[in-house]
C-alpha cells in the first residue's frame, strides 16, 4: 500500500528491547531517515517452573520432535528440561517456523541440517509443507504459551498428528500506557500477536488515528487486523525480509 506523501515521519515505536549492539540496522535505519526510535517491550515472558508443568502431565521423552515457532519456545523448552533433568535425545527434529528460529537452536544442540527443519517464508503453511513430509513417522510437542497458534494445532488435528501442546511459558503485559498516550508514534511495530493484546489491554478504547502499523509474521498480521487496525508495513515478504527493511521500504516511499 502507498503510504500518504504528506504525512512526514519523525517518531517510530519499536516493541522491542533495544539493541545491544550499537551497529544495530535501526540506527543505521534512524541516521538515514533522521528518525527517533523508541524501544519499548509490551510484554514480558514469564516461565512456567517445573513443578507446575509437571502437573500437565506431558511424558516429554515420549515424543519424537518438536515443533518451534519462536526463540522464547526453544529457551523455555530446554530450561524446562534442564530443572526436570530430562536428557533430550539426539533424535529428536525439530520443526521450525523460520530459519532464523533454527538456527536459535544451536545455542542448545549440535546443528544438523537432517533433524532441523524449518519453513521457507515464515507463514505456518510453509511449516505444514516441512512437517507434512514426516508427520506419519512422528509425535508432535509444540511448547507454547497459554495463547497458542489455533491454526497449527488445528492442523496438526486434522492431519491426525499425534500431538501435545505444554504450556512452558506465558506472555503478560507490560504496563504502556503513559508511553502510548503521551508519545506521539507515527508508526508502531509490532512481533506476536501478543504485543497487540498488550496494547488493547492497556488502552481498550485506542484509536490508530493515522499512525501507521507495522507488523512482524502472519500470526501479528492476523492479531492486528482483528484488533481492527489498519495494517500499512508487513514483514517478512520476498522484498522486506526483516522489519528494519520493511521500515525501510516504507519511509523510502513516504520521503519521495
Sequence with gaps: MKPQKEKAIKNILITQPRPESDKSPYYELARKYNVELSFQPFI???G???????????????????IFTSRNAIDHF????????IAVSQETKYFCITEAVALYLQKFILYRKRKVFYGADGTNKSLFDVVNKHKS?????????????NEITGWLRNHN????????????SNDVKDLITTGEF??????????VKSLLENLPKYKQNGTYIGAFGANTFKAVE???LK??????????????SALDKFLAQISK
Design 78 to 85: 530446554f530450561r524446562t528440561c534442564e530443572e526436570m533433568r
Design 231 to 244: 495494517l500499512q508495513i508487513k514483514a517478512p515478504d520476498p522484498q522486506a525480509p526483516s522489519m528494519v
Design 186 to 195: 507515527d508508526i508502531i511495530c509490532f512481533f506476536t500477536p501478543s504485543g
Design 161 to 172: 498428528c499425534e500431538f501435545a501442546t505444554p504450556i512452558l511459558y506465558k506472555t503478560v
Design 137 to 149: 513417522n512422528e509425535k508432535f510437542l509444540y511448547p507454547c504459551t497459554e495463547n497458542l497458534d
Design 44 to 46: 514480558r515472558i514469564e
Design 226 to 228: 482483528e484488533a481492527g
Design 48 to 66: 512456567v517452573p517445573a513443578k507446575d508443568f509437571r502437573k500437565q502431565k506431558i511424558d516429554i521423552t515420549a515424543y519424537s520432535a518438536v
